[in-house]
C-alpha cells in the first residue's frame, strides 16, 4: 500500500475500530440532514428520496417504539421486510436502541426463517402484511407489523433522547452462513467491521460522491446487506433500492431511468443481462460483482455493452469482500481472466494448507469474532494457534500476486449468487415419507446462468414411484417450507448414496456423476 492508502485505513480505524463507536452515529446522524441516504424506486419507476435528516427523524421515533415492546441492547431482532423506506426506518431504530439486526431474506418460507429467528433467540419479528403468515406459525415470538397502525404510532411517539455507544466490538448485525453439516451458522458482526466495509466501497467499487450508485444485491444476504445499505450508510453515499424483482429488461431501464454510473450485482445479473439482446445505450463508469467466480466471456462482452469492465471480488459473510479486483485507480491493475484480484488495504492474506486464508495479526480490517455460542465451529475456521483464518475456500496465488479461486473445500453451493448450505435443504427432503436417504450437491448450470444449480439424490422407499410427479413434489415441498431459491432443478432416483468407511457422503462423487 502506498502511503496515502494506508492514511486512510488507519483513518476509518480511528472512526470506527473504537471504544465510542455509536452505529447510529456513524451511519446517520453525522451526514448532511439534507443529503439522500436512499432512493427508493417503484416498479413503475416512480421515486421515492429518503434523506439522512428523514431517516433520523423517524428512526428515532420508532426506536421508542420498539423500545415500548421490551427492545434492548444485544437484543437480535430479526426483520423480514422487502427494500424500501421502512427498512431503512426499521434498521437505524434497531441500531439506535443498540439492538442486533438478523436479516431474513423474502423468498424464505417458515422453516429457514424459524431457524433464524430460534437461532438467535429473538422475542419480535418485524414484518410486512405480505409475509407476516410465514412467522405466525412460529411458537413463542411477537409480531410486529409495518403499515398505517404502526406509523400512526411512530408519528405519535417522542423521539428517543440519546442512541446507545455499543463501541467497536459491540454487534449490529448478526447473519446466518451454513455449511455442509448442523444449523446455520450466526456470524455476529461487530461495529468496527464498518471501516472494512466503507474500504469495499472506496477502492473495491470506487462509489464517489457524484456517482449514482445501485447495488442490485438483496439485503437479506450479506452482500446487499453489507454495501447496499451498511457502507454507502457509514460513507453517506446515496443508495438505490429498488423494489421490483429482477429481469434484464428492468435492470435496463432503471440503469437508464435514474442515470446509474457504480451497479454491482451477482455474476447471473451480468450473464442474463448478457443474454437477453436488451442492453443498448447503456453506458457505467463502475461495475462490479460478487458472488461466485465470474467468466471471462462476461468481462469482454461488458467492455462493450456496459462501456466498463466488470471487476470480480471475492469474500465470505464472516469476512465481507477482502480480494479485489480493485476499481479505484490507486489500486487498479489489468484483469487476469478468472482472477479474483488481490488483497484489499487492511488485509493480508496467503495460501495455508491449500486454503485461502486471512493473516490475522497483519490484517486491520479483519473482524470476524467467531460463530454465535459455536466456539467449536469458531476453532476450525483458525489455525491453531489462531494467526490464520481459513475460508475453507481453496485457490492459488500467481506470481504477480493475483488470486485464483478453485473450489470450495466444503459443500456449500453457490447458485446465482447465494450460498446455500445441503444440510438445509436436506432437512426438509428427509421428512417426506418416501425419502429413505438424501445428499444434496451442486453443479454446474446446464444455461450458464446461475453458476450452480441444487440438485438432490435420493434413495427412496417405493422404487416403482413416479420419477416426474416425486420430482415436482420434492421441488414444492423445499420452495413452500425452506425457500424459493434453494428447491432441487433436479431430483436423481439412486439405489444409494456414496460413503466414505465412516459413513460420510462423498458428495464430490455425486457432482461428478453424469446426466
Not at 208 to 220: I, L, Q
Not at 319 to 324: H, P
Amino acid at each position: 500500500m502506498t502511503g496515502s492508502i494506508e492514511a486512510t485505513v488507519e483513518e476509518w480505524r480511528a472512526q470506527y475500530d473504537v471504544d465510542s463507536a455509536n452505529a447510529a452515529w456513524l451511519m446517520c446522524d453525522r451526514h448532511d440532514r439534507d443529503a439522500v441516504a436512499f432512493r427508493v424506486v417503484e416498479e413503475d419507476l416512480s421515486t421515492r428520496d429518503i434523506t439522512y435528516g428523514e431517516l433520523a427523524d423517524t428512526s428515532r421515533r420508532l426506536a421508542t417504539v420498539l423500545a415500548e415492546h421490551g427492545v434492548q441492547q444485544g437484543d437480535r431482532v430479526p426483520v423480514l421486510l422487502n427494500k424500501g423506506a421502512e427498512l431503512a426506518f426499521t434498521l437505524m431504530a434497531i441500531w439506535r436502541l443498540g439492538a442486533v439486526h438478523v436479516p431474513l431474506f423474502t423468498a424464505f418460507a417458515t422453516g429457514a426463517i424459524e431457524l433464524r429467528v430460534t437461532g438467535s433467540h429473538a422475542k419480535l419479528v418485524i414484518t410486512e402484511e405480505g409475509q407476516r403468515a410465514k412467522v405466525e406459525p412460529i411458537d413463542g415470538i411477537e409480531i410486529l407489523q409495518v403499515g398505517d397502525e404502526l406509523d400512526r404510532r411512530v408519528d405519535a411517539a417522542e423521539p428517543i433522547a440519546e442512541s446507545v455507544t455499543v463501541g467497536r466490538h459491540g454487534i449490529f448485525l448478526q447473519l446466518f452462513t451454513s455449511g455442509t453439516t448442523g444449523s446455520p451458522k450466526g456470524v455476529p458482526v461487530p461495529l468496527r467491521a464498518l471501516a472494512g466495509f466503507h474500504c469495499y466501497l472506496h477502492y473495491g467499487l470506487d462509489v464517489t460522491a457524484d456517482d449514482v450508485f445501485w447495488n442490485a444485491a438483496d439485503p437479506g444476504w450479506a452482500y446487499g446487506l453489507y454495501y447496499a445499505v451498511v457502507a454507502p450508510l457509514a460513507a453517506g453515499r446515496t443508495s438505490i433500492f429498488y423494489r421490483g424483482g429482477f429481469t434484464a429488461e428492468s435492470t435496463v431501464k432503471v440503469i437508464k431511468e435514474l442515470g446509474v454510473t457504480n451497479f454491482a450485482g451477482a455474476p447471473t445479473m451480468y450473464r442474463v443481462l448478457s443474454n437477453s439482446g436488451l442492453v443498448e445505450g447503456v453506458r457505467l463508469r463502475r461495475a462490479g460483482s460478487a458472488g461466485e467466480p465470474l467468466t471471462p466471456d462476461v468481462v469482454e462482452w461488458a467492455r462493450e455493452a456496459l462501456g466498463t469492465e466488470v471487476r470480480d471480488t471475492y469474500g465470505q459473510t464472516e469476512l465481507g469482500m477482502v480480494i479485489c479486483n480493485h476499481a479505484h485507480p490507486d489500486l487498479a491493475r489489468p484483469l487476469k481472466p478468472g482472477s479474483m484480484g488481490q488483497p484489499s488495504p487492511g488485509i493480508t492474506a496467503a495460501e495455508v494448507d491449500g486454503q485461502i486464508a486471512i493473516d490475522v495479526e497483519n490484517s486491520p480490517l479483519f473482524w470476524f469474532p467467531g460463530y454465535f455460542e459455536a466456539p467449536e465451529k469458531t476453532a476450525e475456521r483458525f489455525t491453531e494457534d489462531h494467526r490464520w483464518y481459513l475460508t475453507a475456500d481453496t485457490g492459488r496465488i500467481d506470481e504477480d500476486g493475483y488470486f485464483f479461486f478453485t473450489a470450495r473445500d466444503d459443500d456449500v453451493i453457490l447458485a446465482a449468487g447465494y450460498r446455500i448450505g445441503p444440510f438445509d435443504v436436506e432437512s426438509v427432503l428427509i421428512t417426506h415419507s418416501q425419502v429413505v436417504e438424501v445428499a444434496v450437491v451442486g453443479r454446474p448450470d446446464p444455461e450458464g446462468i446461475r453458476g450452480e444449480v441444487v440438485e438432490a439424490f435420493v434413495v427412496v422407499a417405493d422404487k416403482s414411484i413416479d420419477h416426474a410427479a416425486f420430482e415436482k413434489e420434492l421441488q414444492a415441498k423445499v420452495r413452500n417450507e425452506y425457500s424459493k431459491h434453494a428447491y432441487p432443478r433436479r431430483v436423481h432416483l439412486v439405489d444409494e448414496l456414496p460413503k466414505t468407511p465412516s459413513g460420510k457422503i462423498q458428495r464430490y462423487l455425486l457432482r461428478e456423476t453424469e446426466g
